[in-house]
Every structure is written in structure tokens, then in C-alpha cells.
């Protein structure tokens, strides 16, 4: 059983430290919580924290307020020690002193892979042999902003086309990897699009081209990342 450890650095708990909890745990202001915090804006039962697949989890339980992580609303995302979690007015640090130190020699440089090392030694979180299999419809269809999207038996619809699926059944640090690609992407495709301008009939519009090399990075991205699931050991090439 994985044991975590957060420290309080604002809020009406503010220097108090929750030290090696067991996992699963969860965090709210009732009793109950192995993480009890005294903040009217934190929900009775706001977040769960569970250790899956050799990391640490952290879900948002549909709490009134939201829960952020270092800044930005998540519903399901990996920890990683000195990450700020944010519930209500109060704000947690996650990880002792020593994981935040380890981490931060890690990311200094300190404890790199060594030259010459592929990232095909890395164990790939997602396997398959083929994305064609994935698509079970024609995916090569306009996307028209004027058509609803809606769930029907689990699956996404634009107007009455359905979208690529979603896998099922994923472990939560599966899931958590896959909010965070999605997130990314997410994230930078509107700072990316955001500087966009119009001619005065508003039908053509005008991108800098600092702007549309960050699409074109996106894309790229995109395109790595689809030859990475279908053939992991292509990523280093």
C-alpha cells in the first residue's frame, strides 16, 4: 500500500502537514476524509487520491468548486511531488521534502538517461497493432460547429455522425496519461488560435505566422503520437 504526504501552505490550515496517508484516500471537509481540511468552499467529499500502476492519482469527486492542479482545472491527473493542488481557498503541496528534492535533481539534469538511450526502453502505457481497427465508421467527414454534440450508449456524436471512440475500461493512471495528452493539446490549440482576426465581413480570417507554426507543431505532434500507439517502437525514429 502506497503512503502520500501533502502539505497545507495556504488556507485556514495553512502549515499543516498530512504525513504518509495510506492510499486510497480522499479529501474534504467531513469527517470521514483521511485528508480533513476546515475550508467551507472544500466539498463534504472533493477529491481522491489512489496509488494505480506504480503512480499517484489524482479525481476530482464532482465537487461544487472544482479541484486544480499547479493552476489548471482537472477532473482526473498524475501527481507528481512539489505539484499544487488546489481545493476551495486552500492550497497543498503534494509530496515530502525529500520527493521534492529527489524530483528536482532529477528534473536539474542530475539523474538523465544515458546518451544514446532510446525511449523504446521506456514500457509503452498504450499498445495496439493496428488503428484501423479503432474506426469502425468513416471519420473523413466536415466538422460543422452548427451540429450538437451529444452521447448515445457511451459514444460521442457530432450531429448524426459518430466520433472516434474513446477506449473503455482504462485504469485510472491510464486514464489520468490520457486527460493530461488531451489537456495539452487542448491548451495549446487555443493559445494558438487566440490572436485570430477577421475581415470586416467576418468570412476570412487572418492567423500570425508565429501562430500557425504552433498549429503545424501541433499537428506533428498528433501525427507522432498516432505512430507511436500503433507502432511503439517507431517513436525513435
Known amino acids: 500500500m502506497a503512503v502520500v504526504t501533502f502539505q497545507v501552505i495556504e488556507g485556514i490550515d495553512k502549515g499543516r502537514t498530512f504525513r504518509e496517508l495510506n492510499t486510497p484516500l480522499t ?7 483521511s485528508l480533513r481540511l476546515n475550508d467551507e468552499r472544500v466539498s463534504r467529499f472533493h477529491a481522491k487520491v489512489q496509488f494505480d500502476n506504480g503512480e499517484v492519482i489524482l479525481t476530482d469527486l464532482e465537487s461544487t468548486n472544482g479541484t486544480r492542479v ?3 482545472v482537472i477532473q482526473i491527473r498524475r501527481l507528481r511531488p512539489g505539484d499544487r493542488v488546489g481545493v476551495g481557498r486552500s492550497l497543498l503541496v503534494f509530496g515530502s521534502e525529500q520527493e521534492i528534492n529527489a524530483r528536482h535533481i532529477t528534473l536539474s539534469g542530475l539523474s538523465t538517461p544515458a546518451a544514446g538511450e532510446k525511449l523504446s526502453n521506456v514500457e509503452a502505457t498504450v499498445f495496439a497493432q493496428t488503428l484501423a481497427a479503432q474506426f469502425d465508421h468513416d471519420i473523413d467527414f466536415a466538422l460543422d460547429p452548427r451540429d450538437h454534440i451529444s452521447l448515445t450508449a457511451g459514444s460521442l456524436f457530432l450531429g448524426s455522425r459518430p466520433l472516434p471512440p474513446l477506449p473503455q475500461k482504462l485504469s485510472p493512471s491510464q486514464a489520468a496519461r490520457l486527460a493530461e495528452l488531451l489537456d495539452f493539446l487542448h491548451r495549446h490549440l487555443t493559445l494558438a488560435t487566440e490572436n485570430i482576426s477577421a475581415d470586416e465581413e467576418g468570412a476570412l480570417i487572418t492567423l500570425r505566422y ?11 505532434i498528433l501525427a507522432r503520437y498516432v505512430r507511436a500507439v500503433a507502432e511503439p517502437d517507431a517513436l525513435d525514429e
Do not use: C, K
Open 210 to 220: 508565429a501562430d500557425w507554426q504552433r498549429v503545424m507543431a501541433l499537428q506533428m
Open 70 to 72: 499547479n493552476g489548471n
Open 27 to 33: 479529501i474534504g471537509r467531513e469527517e470521514g476524509n
